[in-house]
């Protein structure tokens, strides 16, 4: 098998994104989640961008030994010279230096010709030598840069001692055979070329980001350069989970990363939450549905054998089981399925009357929860929770104070609480009935139409021990349908214990 190495940028490209910035304590915790996760390479800032930057540099290259600790540069002097000083505490280090190669950024980014950019990027290694042995250089936008003269460049930074030369998409522009053919190009025309690793790095504008990387490491690429769940500029970066399970899933390819992938979905869950950044439900790998099957057919086919409708076992990265989730188009097995995971076992006859209501319920409702079910089978599940009022007193400037009334196992229970604002107050009120550690992941809000008086829905997910769960809950006003959505996730956790 034939190594390659991931670069991961999430705390750098990835961190670009509006909203999701990170203070430093929160990169230090992601660098430690992306050392545990096996990263060989952690692109921890920009640091002449701003002292937050810097910091950040700095602490995570305390904080992390094992990846090599990577700052980001254009080709300018002073910016090398605070990457080095952000790195010095860094055990194995790394500045990535560079420039743009292609003629629309020599033209209408640095009004410059190819000869000065040339020089520019020369001297730029030539100069970061001085403090780090290990420099990469980016040819930026080099998926639209004309081929030879990449070539040249190329050429010229590796005699000047660049270890690494990154072949950026930076528009995410390329096709991935004219991608693959690029990297390939290199290979065959630059006679120095394997005195440095070539690595990837794609943008994903065109939804190519994975497919560019994966051609460019079949073209002889040996680092990738990646982010968690794909965050990043625009319409993000190559994702990480993505790439690796690439090279998991096809082992023909001789091709093999470092990673522990069994970490990739907590990781995936830490650094959503970090970055205030929620991962589309059928996001590849990562996402809530990724190992969610809900028509009868594939419910049918994976109850029979696993591997009918999974290509990868949910447990390799990371996720507990893959679900089942029933529908107006599951079928008989898959409802038997789920019940008998909550210790119900049915005669066919119980099962046919069962799943004759089952499905009028389904045409109602989108998704048939374990409580549905419960209360389909007239049953309740012992200690779930059932809403019954939602008095929360806020405005401008009062604390926000909330008060649940719930009915618990027949039994009624209130509790008051303050909080941050109106749905804090009403999530602090009920973990003092629930009165479990529960911690709320993800918190995503949706206006049906998008009027005023229209009806809002809020999807949540809490976890529990390492476990997490999903909840819904709909209503005309936004807090009582946040009540709902979060009472409907802990009604799973109690469920499924
Ligand atoms: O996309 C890009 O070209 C970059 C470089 C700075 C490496 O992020
Ligand atoms: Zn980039």
């Known amino acids: 098998m034939t190594r390659v190495y991931v670069f991961d940028t999430t705390l750098r490209d990835g961190e670009q994104v509006p ?26 800032g ?10 950040s540099v700095v602490e995570v290259s305390k904080a992390v030994k094992k990846p090599i600790i990577c700052a980001l540069t254009r080709a300018r002097k002073e910016d090398i010279d605070v990457a080095a000083q952000a790195l010095e505490k860094a055990k194995r280090k790394r500045i990535h ?18 000869e000065k950019v040339l020089q520019q990027a020369v001297e730029a290694v030539r100069y970061a ?17 004309d081929v030879k003269f990449l070539a040249k460049m190329v050429e010229e930074v590796i005699k000047a001692g660049a270890t690494v030369v990154n072949i950026p998409d930076t528009t ?18 630059v006679k120095n070329i394997h005195k440095a690793i070539v690595s990837v790095h794609c943008h994903n504008d065109l939804g190519l980001a994975t497919a560019n990387t994966l051609f460019g490491v079949l073209n002889g690429a040996r680092q990738v350069e990646v982010t968690v769940n794909g965050v990043g500029e625009r319409a993000g970066n190559t994702s990480l989970e993505e790439v690796v399970m690439i090279l998991k899933t096809h082992k023909s390819l001789g091709l093999e990363t470092g990673i522990n992938t069994k970490k990739i979905y907590p990781t995936s869950r830490l650094v959503s939450r970090l970055m205030r950044m929620p991962v589309q439900p059928n996001k590849a790998i990562v996402g809530r549905n990724a190992f969610a099957h809900s028509s009868g057919i594939h419910q ?27 529908t107006a188009r599951s079928g008989r097995a898959a409802l038997k399925h789920r019940l008998e995971l909550l210790g119900f ?44 009022k939602v008095e929360v007193l806020c405005g401008y400037p009062l604390e926000p ?66 476990r997490v769960y999903y909840g819904y809950g709909a209503d005309t006003d936004i807090v009582v349908a946040a009540a709902k959505a979060y009472v409907d996730a802990v009604n799973k956790l109690k469920v499924q214990r």
């Open 19 to 44: 909203g999701c910035q990170l203070n430093t304590i929160e990169k230090i915790e992601i660098a430690k989640a992306l050392e545990e996760l096996g990263v060989d390479v952690i692109e921890a």
């Open 97 to 114: 230096t560079g420039i743009g190669a292609s003629d629309i950024h020599i033209k209408y980014k640095f009004n410059s010709t190819r």
């Open 300 to 326: 049918h086919g994976v109850i029979k054998h696993r591997l009918n409708y999974e290509i990868i076992n949910p447990k390799d990265v990371g996720v507990k089981t893959s679900e089942i989730i029933l």
């Open 129 to 145: 030598k001085r403090f780090v042995e290990d420099v990469e250089f980016y040819a930026e936008d080099a998926g639209r840069a």
């Open 401 to 466: 104070v909330a008060k649940v009334v719930v009915r618990v196992d027949g039994e009624r229970k209130e509790a008051v609480a303050a909080g941050n604002g109106p749905v804090d107050s009403v999530y602090k009120a009920l973990d003092k009935i629930i009165g479990r550690k529960i911690r709320l992941e993800e918190f995503l809000v949706q206006a049906i139409t998008g009027g005023s008086d229209d009806v809002g829905r809020v999807h949540v997910q809490i976890s529990y021990k390492g």
């Open 345 to 388: 076992k049915l005669s066919k006859q119980e099962l046919d009357r069962v799943y004759k209501e089952f499905l009028k319920l389904a045409d109602k409702k989108r998704e048939i929860s374990d409580q549905d079910l419960l209360s389909l089978m007239g049953k309740r599940a012992k200690g779930a929770i059932y809403l019954e």
């Open 172 to 189: 995410g522009y390329c096709l991935p055979d004219e991608f693959g053919a690029k990297i390939r190009y290199l290979f065959e025309n």
């Open 46 to 55: 920009f640091p002449i961008s701003s002292p937050g930057d810097f910091e």
